[in-house]
């Protein structure tokens, strides 16, 4: 089975914090994503890797960095930490080339910014 | 660009009984892969159930079936004689083929409860 490990399920940070979310994947899979969930917004691509070192901007990249060093590893960094980013972060990954391969996600992390 | 619409934001259903979720989409491509993806109160995000636009025959597994109408851009997930662990909270997802890197588009999500 897939196993995709998000470093906090709870993580409270003041505003203007940098703030580090890491996701980790054991599959050996070539993609990773980083999306936000919020009521009624459904989940939202924040960015997503391809390769190390490789990444794309998704749909709400802004505040947002990434950092992809090492294959299983995929950061998503908080440059300067704001209330509206207040949200549930989740992570996925899937190997490429298989074209109805499904995205696998982990626990999530509650993150709050006050 | 894609857009998913569910537009059902809470559904519920009795044990043992069937219900419907609703899910349509909008897009131009004609590669693609339709999903239905579940997450349970604080537990982790599963596939349910996978349809590949290309192919005719609506998916099944299990108790979930989808009602797939490619012209109408509609993908309904039926679920039959409904047990409680499906109280949890439903997204439809769409993935276009090709180079898309496996990005996938989502629905606003359906929140499920089924009663005992």
């Known amino acids: 089975d897939v196993k995709v490990t998000q470093s906090s399920r709870y993580l409270v940070k003041r505003t203007g914090e940098k703030v580090f979310l890491e996701c980790v994947q054991d599959?050996?899979?070539?993609?990773m994503f980083w999306y936000r969930q919020d009521p009624g917004l459904g989940l939202r691509l924040i960015y997503f890797?391809?390769?190390?070192?490789?990444?794309e901007k998704g749909d709400i990249p802004e505040g947002y960095s990434v950092s992809r060093e090492k294959k299983e590893r995929f950061s998503l960094i908080l440059e300067s930490a704001s209330t509206n980013q207040t949200s549930m972060y989740l992570c996925?990954?899937?190997?490429?080339?298989?074209?109805?391969?499904?995205?696998?996600f982990g626990d999530g992390t509650r993150l709050s910014i006050l | 660009a894609q857009t998913v619409t569910q537009s059902q934001p809470e559904m519920s259903v009795q044990e043992a009984e069937t219900v419907t979720l609703s899910c349509t989409y909008d897009?131009?491509?004609?590669?693609?892969?339709l999903f239905w993806y579940k997450q349970p109160p604080s537990r982790q995000m599963i596939l349910v159930i996978r349809?590949?636009?290309?192919?005719?025959q609506n998916a099944t597994e299990n108790r979930f079936s989808v009602n797939f109408q490619k012209a109408a851009k509609s993908f309904s997930l039926k679920i039959s004689d409904s047990q409680l662990g499906d109280t949890a909270m439903y997204f439809c997802?769409?993935?276009?083929?090709?180079?898309?890197?496996?990005?996938?588009?989502f629905g606003q999500g359906t929140i499920l409860t089924v009663h005992p």
């Open positions: 890797s391809y390769d190390v070192k490789m990444k």
């Open positions: 599959m050996d899979h070539e993609n």
């Open positions: 349809q590949e636009a290309y192919k005719q």
């Open positions: 897009t131009s491509e004609s590669n693609y892969y």
């Open positions: 997802a769409f993935r276009a083929g090709g180079t898309s890197y496996g990005k996938l588009t």
């Open positions: 996925a990954s899937r190997q490429l080339g298989v074209t109805n391969q499904p995205q696998h």
